[in-house]
């Protein structure tokens, strides 16, 4: 079984992604995680930041779920650097996939993200990236 790992951030380009895994893999084939990253947390995380991070993680993610139904769904729920939270994680549970989608701006930097670039540079495992 596949580990596959979907970073989220709220926007409808990053539930893409969603559409992509469907696509290419049945239910029985893998277990996602769903991840939601909070970039403007605080360095010393306490009980209330960690509350309201995971409020709008609910907020994200429950669509993305909704839309994954009869697939194995985690969902994670990282702060302040999502690049490094995702490659943590990606280490951490031995994720044999990391699906993401590219930036909307424009730019050499910016043409995948400056998120998306970082993961593709230090991810221990494939990395796809979405298209729009």
Do not use: W
């Not at 939270?85 to 730019?107: F, Q, R, W």
Request: charged share 25%.
């Amino acid at each position: 079984m596949k580990k596959i790992l979907i970073p989220l951030d709220g926007t409808e380009r990053s539930m893409s992604s969603i559409g992509l895994v469907k696509e290419y893999y049945k239910p029985e084939d893998i277990q996602l995680t769903l991840m939601y990253v909070k970039e403007d947390a605080q360095l010393f995380i306490d009980e209330k930041s960690f509350a309201e991070a995971e409020s709008e993680m609910q907020k994200i993610v429950c669509p993305a779920v909704q839309q994954l139904e009869g697939y194995q769904v985690n969902c994670e729920v990282g702060f302040v650097d999502p690049g490094k939270e995702i490659i943590k994680y990606a280490l951490s549970n031995k994720i044999d996939i990391i699906v993401m989608t590219k930036s909307t701006k424009k730019g050499i930097t910016r043409m995948i993200g400056s998120v998306t670039s970082y993961v593709v540079k230090h991810a221990p495992c494939i990395t796809m990236i979405v298209p729009e």
